[in-house]
């Protein structure tokens, strides 16, 4: 009942100072690295390139060519390996799992509140799964994104409540996508 309001904030810097930021980060770099669509996929833009493949190519300095290819390349790249990232990071079953369910012990130890248990295959927790099949199709129906004010107030209620199946930061990654886009 003593629980403070802890804020995405908060997570996020318990996550940073942890070291499990960075070992998230190398585990979405490993899995990049072993993705051979997306090397294929770059080994075909570069094949195709109109730098390597205008005459007189042959021609210019190694430096020339690779600042040229990267002037072409690197957007149409960078978007795909975004891309992977983003499938990485919101996959139910993979790595989108780990981060949601790390995220949400930091938030409940934080908060000093107990983790939920997670809802398992022989059907002891039915209830949390249909109350997070509702949040789903809430979070489906509705188009309009949680302000951040309304994302504390909701924190602040569940922590008043005890800790909710799903964590808050996962809410963020839409404004996250947004920013990525811009830059």
Request: charge should be negative; proline fraction near 5%; include cysteine.
């Amino acid at each position: 009942m003593g629980s403070s309001v802890v804020t995405p904030e908060d997570v996020l810097e318990s996550l940073m100072n942890d070291g499990t930021v960075d070992a998230i980060r190398l585990k979405i770099i490993n899995q990049l690295k072993a993705n051979e669509e997306l090397k294929n996929n770059t080994i075909t833009m570069v094949e195709q390139s109109k730098v390597l493949n205008t005459p007189g190519a042959e021609r210019q300095t190694k430096r020339e060519l690779f600042d040229a290819l990267r002037r072409e390349l690197e957007t149409p790249v960078l978007e795909k390996a975004s891309k992977s990232v983003w499938e990485l990071i919101l996959d139910d079953n993979g790595l989108g799992k780990e981060i949601s369910e790390t995220v949400e012990k930091v938030y409940c130890r934080l908060s000093g509140l107990e983790p939920p248990l997670l809802p398992s295959s022989n059907g002891d927790a039915q209830q949390p799964v249909k109350e997070t099949e509702k949040e789903k199709e809430n979070l489906d129906s509705s188009s309009k994104k949680r302000t951040y004010s309304e994302m504390r107030t909701q924190g602040a209620v569940e922590a008043a409540n005890g800790c909710s199946d799903a964590p808050a930061a996962p809410e963020d990654s839409g404004t996250a996508t947004t920013s990525n886009q811009n830059t």
